[in-house]
């Protein structure tokens, strides 16, 4: 729920801030989520998944290098089969379809927020087996950087929804719609806890390559568009900075 309740809060800007994001603060916020998110897939989930399999020896990296394969071609294929749209560029990706605008930006954000869920879920699954190297200090540090990360992606969709004409209320309830993939990713790979502990690796590493996929594949070009992008470099900076700390000093 923590990422959860980050998303709702920034989606909760709708109420107090009366204009549309800056593209300035577009670039800003995407680059502190990209930084977020990659301290994460390599802290919190690669590195993990490589001690989980140590008794591979100089081997350990196999079950890391095809969780993560499986990782990127999912998001992949999620990218191909569900019709989406960007608030940065408005073009519509995936198959053609007759869903609104508004709908599509919902599942832009639904997508980047899959392997989110998943992360935290594999990684709290991980801290309850009991036989792994995650503690739950770790699992709450991945946690609380996805929800900082959350906040500056809930306000990105819901103010460009109120700024294209919905009501506060509807563009508010639309990105908290956007994060409700996160608990329920969560809690699913929770409860089959006891069944993943086999391939726990793989589901690190997986989910490390779903998240590495939207920061390549969206969240980079995002802060890097314009011609002055040194601001969204230095947010990627600070945001990683901040995983980095929190995995490390709750870890």
């Known amino acids: ?25 577009e670039r800003m916020l995407s680059g502190f989520a990209a930084g977020v998110m990659v301290a994460a897939s390599i802290w919190s989930l690669l590195i993990p998944a490589m001690e ?10 196999i079950p890391a290098v095809i969780g993560f394969w499986i990782g990127i071609g999912f998001l992949l294929l999620m990218d191909h089969v569900i019709p989406h749209m960007h608030a940065a560029t408005n073009e519509v990706e995936g198959p053609k379809s007759s869903l609104s605008r508004t709908t599509m930006l919902v599942l832009a954000v639904t997508l980047h927020n899959i392997p989110e869920g998943m992360a935290v879920g594999v990684v709290f699954a991980g801290w ?5 190297g995650i503690s739950l200090g770790g699992a709450l540090a991945l946690s609380l950087g996805i929800a900082i990360q959350n906040f500056p992606e809930g306000a990105i969709i819901s103010m460009p929804l109120y700024s294209a004409g919905s009501s506060r209320h509807r563009a508010f309830r639309n990105g908290v719609l956007s994060g409700v993939v996160e608990p329920i990713g969560a ?39 314009g011609k002055h992008s040194h601001s969204g470099v230095l947010m990627f900076a600070v945001g990683f900075s901040i995983m980095m700390t929190l995995d490390v000093a709750l870890g």
């Open 187 to 225: 809690i699913l790979t929770i409860i089959f806890a006891q069944a993943l502990t086999p391939i726990l690796p793989y589901m690190l590493s997986f989910a490390a390559g779903a998240m590495l996929y939207v920061v390549v594949e969206e969240l980079i070009p995002e802060m890097s568009e």
């Open 52 to 61: 989980e399999s140590s008794g591979m020896g100089r081997l350990a990296f």
């Open 128 to 132: 309850m087996t009991g036989n792994s």
């Open 1 to 25: 729920m923590i990422p959860f309740i980050g998303t709702s809060l920034g989606a909760f800007c709708v109420y107090f801030m009366k204009k549309d994001l800056s593209k300035g603060v």
